[in-house]
């Protein structure tokens, strides 16, 4: 069991105090910062992209990209359903799971994004990597999408999105746990993340997957871990439940909260997704000064320009539909098994193949390999990661 109020768990022994000394609020935003700071490092050098990995899996090439995305899923889910399982985090109370969710939001919401992905040629999270690294194509998509987040939140497209997750919704606890649905159990959940694990270890040996490609992916994957722990921690000791949710990364709602906030309310008290979107910034730009990657982009061309803002709509509008980007579902909510966040990330693969066969390959298929799409060059495998 997680540890009570009076007891402290073994990773947070030293940590209670700190927090206490700080407020909840600055600690909850110090921890945003850091993780993210980790995540946006990790992500940068190991290149990880859902994109990416919808599209090399779609079309039977082999460069990497699908092993690095399912090191940080394998890795994030067999992390966290172990925490739970040593008693360390409590994520019963995350609104993954004990809140009503909508399956039409998750399908819809997810196929909407998995679509946005495509055209701007990255999910939420990887365009924020890219901006850091001076991709202004990524800059401009990334402020359309947060803008679009917000306004589905509570803006002009609220009641779009209201009505939408009216059609088919699922009551919070069991409905939603698909641990509990299924009856595999905390072992069968173990199990699971061992296998993908254990799958694409094999996989990056037969690739050659250089080591910042699958070490940075663990890392990408232990940081979703460490944010469901650190927020579990805080919460758990009670100084304000309503102010510290239990969660885990995730880029569609925080991206809304960090544009209104400086836009709007710059003086309402910090919080963990308020740390979150700078720290992954800040990684992702330190990654790429160290490693000599620092580069201004533009558009191509007024056609780049509107797949990249029609992208971005798309996936601002379905990752508040959904209730998770490609991380805050693919990731975060799948590695503690809520069945809207596969769901999500299920309609994010299929709509991304779709919209990646239909709209890039035929337009490619007569000039360009079937690894052009991908952005890196693949012919050498052991090329695809820079080292």
């Given at each position: 069991?997680?540890?009570?109020?009076?007891?402290?768990?073994?990773?947070?022994?030293?940590?209670?105090?700190?927090?206490?000394?700080?407020?909840?609020?600055?600690?909850?935003?110090?921890?945003?910062?850091?993780?993210?700071?980790?995540?946006?490092?990790?992500?940068?050098?190991?290149?990880?992209?859902?994109?990416?990995?919808?599209?090399?899996?779609?079309?039977?090439?082999?460069?990497?990209?699908?092993?690095?995305?399912?090191?940080?899923?394998?890795?994030?889910?067999?992390?966290?359903?172990?925490?739970?399982?040593?008693?360390?985090?409590?994520?019963?109370?995350?609104?993954?799971?004990?809140?009503?969710?909508?399956?039409?939001?998750?399908?819809?919401?997810?196929?909407?994004?998995?679509?946005?992905?495509?055209?701007?040629?990255?999910?939420?999270?990887?365009?924020?990597?890219?901006?850091?690294?001076?991709?202004?194509?990524?800059?401009?998509?990334?402020?359309?999408?947060?803008v679009t987040a917000q306004a589905a939140w509570s803006g002009v497209l609220a009641p779009w999105r209201e009505q939408i997750s009216a059609w088919w919704t699922v009551e919070g606890g069991p409905a939603r746990d698909l641990i509990a649905l299924t009856g595999i159990g905390r072992a069968g959940a173990l199990i699971f993340g061992a296998v993908w694990l254990l799958a694409a270890v094999r996989w990056a040996w037969h690739q050659r997957v250089p080591v910042w490609g699958w070490a940075g992916a663990v890392m990408v994957g232990l940081a979703i871990t460490a944010a469901w722990w650190f927020t579990a921690f805080v919460a758990m000791l009670g100084l304000d439940a309503q102010a510290a949710p239990v969660q885990s990364l995730s880029f569609t709602g925080p991206s809304a909260e960090v544009l209104t906030r400086v836009l709007f309310a710059p003086d309402k008290a910090p919080t963990f997704d308020l740390g979150l979107v700078p720290g992954v910034f800040l990684g992702s730009f330190v990654a790429a000064a160290l490693f000599g990657e620092l580069k201004l982009e533009g558009f191509t061309g007024g056609a780049s320009m509107r797949r990249y803002l029609v992208g971005a709509v798309l996936m601002g509008f379905g990752g508040m539909l959904a209730g998770g980007c490609a991380v805050g579902a693919g990731l975060s909510g799948a590695a503690v098994f809520t069945i809207t966040s596969w769901v999500t990330l299920s309609a994010m693969w299929a709509a991304a193949t779709l919209t990646d066969h239909y709209l890039d390959r035929r337009a490619e298929r007569a000039t360009e390999s079937p690894a052009a799409a991908l952005d890196q060059p693949v012919p050498v495998l052991s090329r695809s990661f820079p080292r």
């Open positions: 069991m997680f540890a009570t109020p009076g007891q402290t768990p073994i990773p947070g022994m030293h940590m209670e105090n700190l927090i206490e000394s700080l407020g909840q609020a600055k600690a909850l935003a110090l921890g945003g910062v850091l993780i993210g700071f980790v995540f946006g490092f990790f992500a940068q050098r190991s290149r990880f992209c859902l994109r990416s990995a919808t599209i090399e899996f779609s079309r039977g090439v082999h460069g990497g990209k699908l092993t690095v995305w399912l090191f940080a899923f394998a890795t994030a889910l067999l992390a966290t359903q172990a925490l739970i399982a040593l008693g360390q985090a409590d994520v019963s109370t995350a609104r993954q799971l004990a809140a009503r969710g909508s399956l039409s939001g998750a399908a819809i919401g997810g196929a909407l994004f998995g679509v946005g992905m495509i055209l701007a040629r990255g999910c939420s999270s990887r365009l924020l990597v890219l901006a850091a690294q001076g991709n202004l194509r990524s800059v401009l998509s990334g402020l359309v999408f947060a």
